[in-house]
């Protein structure tokens, strides 16, 4: 974060990682803030991120209307296209000489920790050769895994979606009951698995279990809590993390004997939920057991986006470039740091020098799950609530009950 | 649908099958039309169908306040509980005595065609005993396929959701390309696999392949054609119907030595995509296969509901009140008739002998299908778009290059 004299010339930004409904908001409100730096004399957009520094498959920015930045930052899922890639440090070096040769003095990069991790290699680099470059990572995850930051644009929108299924199914599980699991994305953090509890109002509403990737799974203990679940309310409902796993840290779903799914190598995503019924059938004699797995489905459904999320990923884009190109900071990450809580709620913006962010990822707090591992606390919601929006009032019947004429 | 003298006293109504986003707009729509009619002096609501009423589970629908049913029909969900049964002989004679001892005068059942079934029997049952009643069933399914109607209650809403989750998934698919197969539900009708094309508006745009129960699936030419399309665009979007079935008639998804599962019954749904993916990286060497089955979520997501979709829940309901109040028709089912096309998509609403919509269930016509067997015509979008809403206009960058420095 060294202050440097003010750089002029182009820009690229790249897209990297899952995509979330909020990272072209981050996209284009880089591009829109960059119009009014003259600094920047030319805004390049890499395909597939880094790999499409790589091969110089770039697109013009700046020639884009504005109408179709205003539709693209409406729009889910990466505009330039995503890739899952860390590149080598020989890759590293080639995507140097790219932007040297399309005299490049801003570098701008949409992802997670790994996305931190490359742009402050590239800026090393840069800084050996001498080269004077601004590198900035804004932050993008669904996950809400990055550190220094109190939350990542795109996490509000998942989160939102995980939190409205949860009600929807509720309701569905309240009218059918039985036992209804459904698997949430977060291989290590179990963030937006934990928005599944954000809808609920009243004292039978589910999720009645929530597991997480930083609890340890018992089996054991699982069969007990459904058991009594079950027992009170006549349904259960369960909320699980796909990387859920037992004490040793081995993830369920590919634990030997116990996958359901035999030696067959499986692409999709049914095998945990499908292997946690089973058990539960199995074990607890309950005929009527689904599992349900959410999939891709949570970060890129249209119109459900939260807003306080959209006008956040907006925010920390422009944040990039103003930095860059007005403040003459050289590197960092854009990070948001919460200046009012519940309905006061607002933010702030801030740079944080890149190796903070980049590699190591955060886990939900241990404050946020219940002492049993089994649930999530009220600190959680009260954290998580201004990031979605409003969920909509759902209504119920309390029922004035018609006297029995027939089996009083 | 004789008419009678026009009958006086209590009404009872229940809600049954699967819930779908609007079954409660039908229920809400007809209490509301019952306060109307002053022949109609009390207004029950059994609590899980047909099980509340042999149980004389019933609930005062007329104690309710305006405001607490507003919010019910904008719940999704069946707000009075849902059962999956179907009666036997000896149970609809129970189910007659309830009615009889509570002086049921009208009795309305919100469900599919087993619940029209149901209704018809009661029916029957009543004429037998020369008892006076007014019986109708109220459509609901998303599955869309009841005889007679042009299309059923809940149809729009769960179309919605499949096309917004596609839509959604396309651009997830475009920005990190590979195979990606989505598993929709319909065992029999392929209408809600089908809403999968409705927000397709490029001609690269997924699904770019759509399989559903109406037309025999191969697994040579599933290959072929993914192969086919994967060489064409670099990704491939493919829709199924959890109910698709060789040619013989057998599912895939449980079709012996083919199955992936080995000999473990799968409670959960994860199975026919997590088959089809596997066998998708076996034949065809492709390494980025993914497999999503949507599940519950489609029937009952809050906020996503199609506002044509929701009127018309509420008028079926108020209408089958109001045929059975004023015009003291005795029996029949609602069914919609189409009154205008595209945009001036207007809809009527008339009533059908039970007997016409009871047992059978409609398919996927034939000129929905591609003659390949393995797309969706224009003639179904035409058909199918004015039941959903209007879908989110997405934006993507045509892309000006910028021309190569260093590998031209």
């Given at each position: 974060?060294?202050?440097?004299?003010?750089?002029?010339?182009?820009?690229?930004?790249?897209?990297?990682?899952?995509?979330?409904?909020?990272?072209?908001?981050?996209?284009?409100?880089?591009?829109?803030?960059?119009?009014?730096?003259?600094?920047?004399?030319?805004?390049?957009?890499?395909?597939?991120?880094?790999?499409?520094?790589?091969?110089?498959?770039?697109?013009?920015?700046?020639?884009?209307?504005?109408?179709?930045?205003?539709?693209?930052?409406?729009?889910?899922?990466?505009?330039?296209?995503?890739?899952?890639?860390?590149?080598?440090?020989?890759?590293?070096?080639?995507?140097?000489?790219?932007?040297?040769?399309?005299?490049?003095?801003?570098?701008?990069?949409?992802?997670?920790?790994?996305?931190?991790?490359?742009?402050?290699?590239?800026?090393?680099?840069?800084?050996?050769?001498?080269?004077?470059?601004?590198?900035?990572?804004?932050?993008?995850?669904?996950?809400?895994?990055?550190?220094?930051?109190?939350?990542?644009?795109?996490?509000?929108?998942?989160?939102?979606?995980?939190?409205?299924?949860?009600?929807?199914?509720?309701?569905?599980?309240?009218?059918?009951?039985?036992?209804?699991?459904?698997?949430?994305?977060?291989?290590?953090?179990?963030?937006?698995?934990?928005?599944?509890?954000?809808?609920?109002?009243?004292?039978?509403?589910?999720?009645?279990?929530?597991?997480?990737?930083?609890?340890?799974?018992?089996?054991?203990?699982?069969?007990?809590?459904?058991?009594?679940?079950?027992?009170?309310?006549?349904?259960?409902?369960?909320?699980?993390?796909?990387?859920?796993?037992?004490?040793?840290?081995?993830?369920?779903?590919?634990?030997?004997?116990?996958?359901?799914?035999?030696?067959?190598?499986?692409?999709?995503?049914?095998?945990?939920?499908?292997?946690?019924?089973?058990?539960?059938?199995?074990?607890?004699?309950?005929?009527r057991v689904r599992a349900d797995t959410f999939g891709y489905m949570q970060r890129c459904f249209p119109t459900i986006v939260?807003?306080?999320d959209s006008r956040e990923a907006r925010e920390v884009g422009a944040l990039a470039v103003r930095s860059a190109a007005r403040?003459?900071?050289?590197?960092?990450?854009?990070?948001?740091?919460?200046?009012?809580?519940?309905?006061?709620?607002?933010?702030?913006?801030?740079?944080?020098?890149?190796?903070?962010?980049?590699?190591?990822?955060?886990?939900?707090?241990?404050?946020?799950?219940?002492?049993?591992?089994?649930?999530?606390?009220?600190?959680?919601?009260?954290?998580?609530?201004?990031?979605?929006?409003?969920?909509?009032?759902?209504?119920?019947?309390?029922?004035?009950?018609?006297?029995?004429?027939?089996?009083?």
């Amino acid at each position: 974060m060294d202050r440097t004299a003010t750089l002029s010339g182009k820009a690229v930004i790249g897209q990297s990682g899952g995509p979330t409904n909020v990272i072209n908001q981050s996209l284009v409100g880089a591009v829109e803030e960059a119009r009014r730096h003259g600094s920047i004399t030319g805004f390049y957009g890499a395909l597939h991120g880094v790999k499409g520094v790589l091969s110089e498959e770039l697109i013009d920015l700046f020639a884009e209307s504005s109408e179709t930045l205003k539709r693209i930052a409406e729009t889910p899922s990466a505009a330039l296209g995503s890739v899952r890639k860390k590149p080598s440090p020989e890759e590293c070096h080639e995507i140097f000489k790219v932007l040297q040769a399309h005299e490049v003095r801003f570098f701008f990069y949409i992802g997670g920790n790994d996305s931190a991790e490359t742009t402050d290699i590239i800026f090393r680099l840069a800084l050996e050769a001498r080269y004077s470059i601004g590198v900035f990572h804004i932050p993008k995850t669904i996950d809400n895994d990055l550190l220094v930051t109190d939350h990542c644009p795109g996490y509000g929108s998942a989160a939102r979606f995980v939190a409205l299924a949860f009600m929807g199914d509720n309701l569905d599980n309240r009218a059918l009951p039985g036992v209804k699991i459904n698997v949430v994305m977060g291989r290590n953090a179990g963030f937006l698995t934990a928005a599944s509890v954000l809808g609920r109002r009243r004292e039978d509403d589910g999720p009645h279990l929530v597991y997480v990737p930083e609890a340890p799974f018992d089996k054991g203990k699982f069969l007990s809590a459904v058991e009594v679940v079950f027992k009170r309310h006549g349904r259960c409902m369960v909320a699980v993390s796909e990387g859920i796993a037992d004490v040793a840290g081995n993830p369920i779903y590919q634990s030997g004997e116990e996958d359901s799914h035999g030696n067959v190598q499986l692409s999709g995503s049914g095998a945990l939920g499908d292997f946690l019924a089973d058990l539960l059938k199995r074990e607890l004699k309950i005929s009527r057991v689904r599992a349900d797995t959410f999939g891709y489905m949570q970060r890129c459904f249209p119109t459900i986006v939260s807003e306080v999320d959209s006008r956040e990923a907006r925010e920390v884009g422009a944040l990039a470039v103003r930095s860059a190109a007005r403040e003459g900071l050289s590197s960092g990450s854009v990070a948001i740091r919460r200046a009012g809580e519940g309905k006061d709620y607002r933010s702030e913006y801030f740079v944080t020098p890149l190796e903070t962010v980049a590699k190591h990822t955060r886990k939900l707090d241990a404050r946020f799950i219940a002492p049993a591992g089994n649930n999530i606390t009220e600190a959680f919601v009260q954290y998580a609530l201004p990031l979605i929006g409003p969920l909509p009032n759902l209504g119920r019947f309390e029922g004035k009950r018609i006297p029995k004429k027939l089996k009083p």
